[in-house]
């Protein structure tokens, strides 16, 4: 089924991209790219490569067209297809303005497709069950079809997997509970529980600390890698 087109406002599309951290080493996906400006922009502004997708042949063929008129058809493409068929593992930033059955739908492939640190921000309407990372509402210059004088903008960071039990040298042992990026942390030094007082998940990178200590790490598959406070390494392996 094919969701309406509506335009965004230039405004949002930059802020969108803002919001995303936009670099030139990435590559930017569009799901539902419409005339094709938001990975246009991304080309023009920030001299990242994309990837824009849609059902509809004439609005694909028109994305095109604009991409060679603003001179970046060598580092962007579109192609007529179904949102829910496209391959995400390439992307680093995923942009979309979809509509909520859509969103509910893609949910899960975002999460199952994209590596941890990949950005996601949606328009106007929010993932169901994933928590934002931040969000915001934009003022525009002037009222827009369907969006009036302001915009709501959703930033989801990919979060890594770091569920499950963990253990390191010196006798530490930890247990992470998770709900996407919202963790909790219990810890242990030589059987001996440590009050975790905060604990973040942004991506790959964790971070918990207590009274009496602070870990800065990276969550790589069966690792933990980091550094207490004080610049002490430690490595944390997945327990059996």
Same mark, same amino acid.
């Given at each position: 089924?094919?969701?309406?087109?509506?335009?965004?406002?230039?405004?949002?599309?930059?802020?969108?991209?803002?919001?995303?951290?936009?670099? =030139?080493?990435?590559?930017? !996906? $569009? %799901?539902? &790219?419409?005339?094709?400006?938001?990975?246009? @922009?991304? /080309?023009?502004?920030? #001299? =990242?490569?994309?990837?824009? !997708? $849609? %059902?509809? &042949?004439?609005?694909?063929?028109?994305?095109? @067209?604009? /991409?060679?008129?603003? #001179?970046?058809?060598?580092?962007?493409?579109?192609?007529?297809?179904?949102?829910?068929?496209?391959?995400?593992?390439? /992307?680093?930033?995923?942009?979309?303005?979809?509509?909520?059955?859509?969103?509910?739908?893609?949910?899960?492939?975002?999460?199952?497709?994209?590596?941890?640190?990949?950005?996601?921000?949606?328009?106007?309407?929010?993932?169901?069950?994933?928590?934002?990372?931040?969000?915001?509402?934009?003022?525009?210059?002037?009222?827009?079809?369907?969006?009036?004088?302001?915009?709501?903008?959703?930033?989801?960071?990919?979060?890594?997997?770091?569920?499950?039990?963990?253990?390191?040298?010196?006798?530490?042992?930890?247990?992470?509970?998770?709900?996407?990026?919202?963790?909790?942390?219990?810890?242990?030094?030589?059987?001996?529980?440590?009050?975790?007082?905060?604990?973040?998940?942004?991506?790959?990178?964790?971070?918990?600390?207590?009274?009496?200590?602070?870990?800065?790490?990276?969550?790589?598959?069966?690792?933990?890698?980091?550094?207490?406070?004080?610049?002490?390494?430690?490595?944390?392996?997945?327990?059996?």
């Amino acid at each position: 089924m094919q969701a309406p087109f509506f335009t965004t406002p230039t405004e949002i599309v930059a802020r969108m991209l803002e919001i995303a951290g936009t670099r =030139a080493d990435d590559f930017v !996906v $569009d %799901l539902g &790219a419409g005339d094709g400006r938001i990975v246009i @922009r991304a /080309a023009q502004a920030h #001299g =990242a490569r994309g990837l824009g !997708v $849609d %059902l509809d &042949a004439a609005l694909v063929a028109q994305a095109r @067209r604009n /991409a060679a008129l603003a #001179g970046v058809a060598d580092r962007v493409r579109f192609e007529v297809q179904d949102v829910l068929g496209t391959d995400l593992s390439r /992307a680093s930033v995923v942009t979309l303005y979809l509509v909520p059955f859509l969103m509910e739908r893609l949910e899960p492939r975002l999460l199952a497709q994209l590596r941890p640190g990949a950005r996601v921000v949606s328009h106007a309407f929010a993932l169901p069950n994933w928590p934002h990372d931040h969000a915001e509402t934009v003022r525009l210059d002037r009222p827009h079809e369907t969006q009036g004088d302001a915009s709501r903008i959703f930033l989801y960071v990919v979060p890594a997997q770091a569920r499950g039990a963990w253990r390191a040298p010196g006798g530490w042992e930890l247990q992470i509970r998770q709900n996407f990026q919202e963790i909790e942390v219990e810890a242990r030094r030589d059987g001996r529980p440590l009050e975790v007082q905060s604990a973040r998940l942004s991506g790959e990178r964790i971070r918990f600390s207590g009274s009496a200590f602070s870990f800065n790490g990276r969550v790589a598959a069966q690792r933990i890698m980091g550094e207490l406070g004080g610049g002490a390494p430690l490595v944390f392996e997945r327990a059996p």
